[in-house]
């Protein structure tokens, strides 16, 4: 099948996509008394995106989404918190990084490593997007 290029229209080039891989964290996440009474492994990714212009025009770090604070965030919720489900800390860990202003949209897989006997992991993914101001 042949590949067609892409039209320059079709990309922003203003936009920056941060990607946090593979953050590895402990925390009490699952319904199993074994599971509530000791921490497990779980594994953060997240794919971030924001207008990045004036970061890239000016090269001052106040004009760019800081990735350290929120990864400081992220951690500090993770592992101060306790969690039945997979799906609700994929949520709360997602509006956490939404509350930053500057992002646009975001995305948060997080996986449980050895959550099923025959699998490597289980994981759950949703995302974000931002309402476009209007004026």
């Excluded at 074994?34 to 212009?53: L, M, S, T």
């Excluded at 289980?122 to 974000?128: D, F």
Aim: charged letters at 30%.
């Amino acid at each position: 099948m042949p590949m067609h290029a892409i039209d320059d229209q079709h990309f922003d080039h203003d936009l920056a996509t941060i990607r946090i891989k593979n953050l590895r964290l402990r925390t009490y996440i699952g319904i199993k008394e074994e599971e509530i009474q000791n921490r497990q492994d779980v594994v953060i990714n997240a794919v971030i995106r924001y207008r990045a212009d004036k970061a890239v025009a000016f090269n001052h770090i106040e004009q760019a989404l800081n990735y350290r604070t929120i990864t400081k965030e992220v951690i500090a919720h993770v592992e101060e918190n306790r969690f039945l489900l997979l799906e609700r800390m994929t949520r709360e860990v997602l509006d956490l990084i939404m509350s930053h202003e500057q992002v646009l949209t975001a995305q948060v897989e997080i996986d449980k490593p050895h959550a099923l006997r025959f699998a490597d992991s289980v994981s759950i993914t949703l995302s974000a997007t931002r309402e476009p101001r209007r004026g």
